[in-house]
């Protein structure tokens, strides 16, 4: 069983950056694909950046150029840096891995405030 724990939300003025950091605990993951998701109020949870066992990586359209998935497996650890914040950028942020046979597993989430 993989526990994710997210840290580093907060409160940010616009066009601010922030640094998302999920730790890992119960494995190693350097098999693992490692995403980040959002959530924000009345909206579903959303796909914003991924990374692969390789290191490729793949982002939502709405925070390509902005924001940046890294991992480093010998931390057991998975960041995300958030750069030139908007408002909409505004939700939950949630972890998540997907290991073998598809097996996921979700931290208990961040929260990021933009906001003036």
């Known amino acids: 069983q993989v526990q994710l724990v997210e840290s580093g939300g907060g409160l940010v003025q616009p066009g601010g950056s922030l640094r998302l950091s999920c730790a890992a605990s119960g494995t190693m993951l350097s098999i693992y694909v490692m995403s980040w998701y959002r959530q924000a109020p009345g909206k579903q949870r959303e796909l914003v950046a991924l990374?692969?066992?390789?290191?490729?990586?793949n982002y939502a359209d709405s925070v390509k150029g902005r924001f940046t998935i890294s991992r480093d497996n010998a931390k057991n650890m998975v960041f995300l840096q958030m750069n030139s914040l908007k408002a909409e950028d505004t939700a939950v942020y949630y972890c998540?891995?997907?290991?073998?046979?598809?097996?996921?597993?979700w931290g208990q989430g961040t929260q990021v405030t933009v906001s003036s």
């Open positions: 998540k891995s997907t290991g073998p046979f598809s097996v996921s597993s």
């Open positions: 990374i692969t066992s390789t290191g490729t990586t």
